[in-house]
């Protein structure tokens, strides 16, 4: 099989064209015939060599993938070859094959390309796992979401959109903060010429925020405490802006303010498992529905990943940057 293999770490070139061994499914496993992978902000800082867990070379980096059940291992039910599936894995979908976990699969609802639905898995994951499972957003809430164009942050505003919360979002441009507002967000904030506190203050009549997603980190998390409301959730899932903070203890206290930091790659078998589950059980139907759906940017072809990484890295891109296997 065709893959993209990591040796170094480095700049986007130092990624290479490389033909590897098939793989081939263990217990519990299927083997996925991958039709497209979608990048993240991990992969590149794997790739730089700046990410938390160091990364074992060489590698094969990608956490998620769409394609067709190529086979099935032993211990294996509720699939089969053939399936239209997509997969959260904990690397290795940068290939034309990848094997994956039973348990991590999510069926492709027929409304779905299936290029398209690479785009999901690790979008769906985190938003399930921060919004609804940790910080419980309900119907009517308010939701602040940093980063509001990226891949997470507009799936993260349709999810509030179908669940009847609220939402508000961050982004840098004229044309991020249009998508923002295109895909529902109640109003979209300019974090170059805007003070996200005051904005959200005044349009939630003083407030605040119920639930914050932040990928931000230390230099956001003062403004982010001074924005959230009573009882407040912030669930930090990146730390792009530093990581180091000081959290301003009596003013958290005062409100009853909760902050949760998470991550989801190396998490273990058995929590992503639920993860997964949760997702096909409370989002997946708004999936299926065309309520929420993958937002992509911009497609290259495998051969090309050294110039999707380097498009990542100039951050003009609106939701999912998409890679194909095939042309």
């Given at each position: 099989m065709r893959a993209v293999v990591l040796d170094r770490t480095g700049?986007?070139?130092?990624?290479?064209?490389?033909?590897?061994?098939?793989?081939?499914?263990?217990?519990?496993?299927?083997?996925?015939?991958?039709?497209?992978?979608?990048?993240?902000?991990?992969?590149?800082?794997?790739?730089?060599?700046?990410?938390?867990?160091?990364?074992?070379?060489?590698?094969?980096l990608g956490i998620e993938c769409s394609g067709t059940i190529l086979e099935i291992g032993p211990d294996v039910a509720d699939w089969a070859v053939g399936d239209r599936v997509c997969a959260l894995v904990a690397g290795g979908a940068y290939a034309e094959r990848v094997c994956a976990p039973a348990t991590q699969l999510l069926p492709v609802p027929p409304i779905v390309d299936l290029v398209d639905a690479a785009a999901l898995p690790e979008a769906?994951?985190?938003?399930?796992?921060?919004?609804?499972?940790?910080?419980?957003?309900?119907?009517?809430?308010?939701?602040?979401?940093h980063g509001g164009a990226g891949g997470i942050g507009t799936f993260a505003i349709q999810t509030a959109?179908?669940?009847?919360?609220?939402?508000?979002?961050?982004?840098?441009s004229a044309d991020k903060l249009e998508r923002c507002v295109a895909l529902g967000a109640e109003r979209a904030i300019s974090y170059r010429t805007e003070d996200f506190v005051a904005v959200v203050k005044k349009e939630t009549g003083g407030r605040g925020?119920?639930?914050?997603?932040?990928?931000?980190?230390?230099?956001?998390?003062?403004?982010?405490?001074?924005?959230?409301?009573?009882?407040?959730?912030?669930?930090?899932?990146?730390?792009?802006?530093?990581?180091?903070?000081?959290?301003?203890l009596g003013k958290m206290m005062g409100k009853?303010?909760?902050?949760?930091?998470?991550?989801?790659?190396?998490?273990?078998?058995?929590?992503?498992?639920?993860?997964?589950?949760?997702?096909?059980r409370a989002l997946w139907?708004?999936?299926?529905?065309?309520?929420?759906?993958?937002?992509?940017?911009?497609?290259?072809p495998l051969d090309r990943m050294s110039d999707a990484h380097r498009y990542m890295e100039e951050g003009r891109h609106v939701g999912k940057i998409v890679v194909r296997m095939k042309d």
């Open positions: 700049e986007p070139e130092v990624l290479s064209l490389a033909g590897l061994a098939d793989p081939r499914p263990r217990a519990g496993e299927v083997v996925i015939d991958v039709h497209a992978t979608a990048l993240n902000f991990a992969d590149l800082l794997q790739r730089r060599g700046s990410y938390g867990t160091p990364t074992t070379l060489p590698a094969v769906a994951c985190t938003v399930w796992s921060n919004l609804l499972d940790i910080s419980g957003l309900c119907a009517a809430e308010v939701l602040l979401v959109r179908a669940l009847n919360a609220r939402v508000f979002a961050t982004a840098g925020a119920d639930v914050i997603l932040d990928n931000m980190g230390a230099s956001y998390l003062p403004r982010n405490i001074d924005a959230l409301a009573p009882d407040g959730r912030i669930a930090m899932i990146g730390l792009q802006s530093g990581r180091d903070g000081q959290i301003p009853r303010g909760s902050l949760f930091t998470t991550s989801l790659r190396d998490r273990p078998l058995a929590a992503k498992a639920r993860i997964v589950s949760g997702v096909r139907p708004h999936v299926a529905a065309g309520r929420i759906s993958p937002v992509i940017d911009r497609m290259f």
